[in-house]
């Protein structure tokens, strides 16, 4: 009695020797220990159920793998457009960001324009604030000197007054005084004799 596991090394002894070697021994394989091979029905429902799953499942495998097919075609080309629109962005940013250097020298220039041109108003303004602090100071001191020489005017003359009054009073004498009195009297007089004529 031969077995398979005595057969098949035989089969697999070489390449060329395979076909002839399997032609002379099937007969073997098939009929083990006078009958069918224990393999050979399995060996058949195996073809069977292979086959007739195939026919079951071709049309549906068919039409899933197609779909999927489509699906994974069609997130491929999605994933394509956002990968373009992406490079796309991208790009466009790369651009910014090399503008971004003449940008910022430009918002620097224009920034120094408007510090220089608010340094610029501000002393103007600062000159101006000047100027009429200048003129209000200039007034308040003519106002200041003129009140001033008024009251030295005033205390000038009063103080003529009272040392004119002093210096009278130490020079003149009783009789002085007299005649003063009598003088006064006398043009007194002669000013009343005058509205009366007059």
Wanted: hydrophobic share 45%.
């Amino acid at each position: 009695m031969i077995l398979i596991s005595q057969v098949i090394p035989e089969l697999f002894s070489s390449p060329s020797a395979f076909v002839p070697a399997l032609y002379s021994k099937f007969p073997v394989i098939l009929l083990a220990e006078g009958g069918l091979h224990p393999a050979i029905p399995k060996a058949v429902n195996l073809a069977l159920f292979v086959t007739l799953l195939w026919l079951a499942v071709r049309k549906p495998a068919k039409e899933f793998f197609s779909t999927r097919f489509a699906m994974v075609r069609e997130t491929l080309q999605r994933a394509a457009k956002e990968k373009d629109a992406a490079a796309a962005k991208m790009a466009e940013l790369d651009l910014r960001l090399s503008r971004l250097d003449t940008e910022i020298a430009g918002i620097r220039e224009q920034a120094g324009k408007e510090a220089e041109a608010e340094r610029e108003r501000l002393q103007n303004e600062a000159r101006r604030d000047v100027e009429k602090i200048g003129v209000t100071a200039k007034r308040d001191i003519e106002a200041a000197k003129q009140i001033a020489m008024a009251d030295l005017r005033d205390f000038a003359a009063a103080k003529a007054v009272d040392l004119a009054e002093q210096m009278v009073r130490r020079e003149m004498k009783p009789e002085d005084d007299m005649k003063l009195l009598q003088r006064m009297t006398e043009q007194m007089d002669k000013a009343e004799q005058m509205n009366k004529i007059g």
